[in-house]
């Protein structure tokens, strides 16, 4: 079975850097299309950015556009989030999400993924 770990979350600074790294194990990584999304407080889930199975793909929120970086390392089994010029509005949970169906283009829809990691906590202090 598929299993996604999520990493790389903690406390920052507003204006920090971040990249939160999430790894598969079982499937075949190489046709997995990726994604994140995040839930803050109060909030529902929503997307952050996604990737088609051979990167061909990137599709990112409104918000994410020009600040987060979707990138998959095949040889390790990884996707990453890099997060620029951190906001206090960043603050969440973030999970990583797969789907072993490869397609042409990035999901954006949680609903079209099977597989969720448990999730990594950011927290942004101004």
């Known amino acids: 079975q598929v299993q996604l770990v999520e990493s790389g979350g903690g406390l920052v600074q507003a204006g920090d850097s971040l990249r939160l790294s999430c790894t598969a194990s079982g499937g075949t990584f190489d046709k997995y299309n990726m994604g994140w999304f995040r839930q803050a407080p109060g909030k529902e889930r929503e997307f952050v950015a996604a990737l088609n199975w051979n990167g061909g793909s990137k599709r990112y929120a409104d918000f994410a556009e020009g600040r987060f970086a979707i990138s998959k390392d095949k040889g390790k089994s990884a996707v990453y989030l890099q997060i620029n010029t951190t906001k206090p509005e960043d603050t969440a949970v973030y999970f990583c999400?797969?789907?072993?169906?490869?397609?042409?283009?990035?999901?954006?829809?949680?609903?079209?993924?099977?597989?969720w990691g448990q999730g990594t906590q950011v927290t942004v202090s101004s």
């Open positions: 999400a797969g789907s072993e169906i490869p397609l042409p283009v990035a999901v954006t829809r949680a609903s079209g993924y099977d597989h």
